[in-house]
């Protein structure tokens, strides 16, 4: 409990480097259960490489990116009730997690060392899937998050999105 405290004094004096912060561990943690538990490569095999790449990732893309857009659609779709929560879901899901998603997909592979040409080809095959991978999960976490979540906690649930694209798409 005083470890929340802590953290919720921290959020309200500095916002922004706490959500990102906070973006870039949840993205840590969750290569760190994909490689160990769903892809069970063990503490040998684990490739910390990855993991801070999706720190980075978090720290440096999601966390500014994510964090700028729930400000903007917050703005733009004041309010709380589930109709508000409905619209900033369908305008997350229809519009922005498609452009979240080319951007992320082609930023890890140049951050993995792809070659501009392979990113490319890379970001054509597996965009798609990624896509729908996407929609499985995502709208509804995000109606919830919307609905239930006040502002400044919403970044949260959206850092883990690592667990949901496939670890094939991630490398």
Known sequence: MALWRAYQRALAAHPWKVQ??????LMGVGDIISQQLVERRGLQEHQRSRTLTMVLLGCGFVGPVVGGW?????????GTTKVDALKKMLLDQGGFAPCFLGCFLPLVGA???????????????????ALITNYYL??????????????????????????????????
């Open 20 to 25: 990102v912060l906070t973006a870039g561990s």
């Open 70 to 78: 729930y400000k903007v659609l917050d703005r733009f779709i004041p």
């Open 111 to 129: 951050l993995n060392g792809l070659p501009a040409q392979d990113n490319w080809a890379k970001l054509q095959r597996d965009y798609p899937d």
């Open 138 to 171: 995502w709208p509804a976490v995000q109606l919830a998050n919307f609905y239930l979540i006040p502002l400044h906690y919403r970044e949260d649930p959206a850092s883990t999105t690592l667990v949901s694209i496939p670890p094939e798409l991630r490398t």
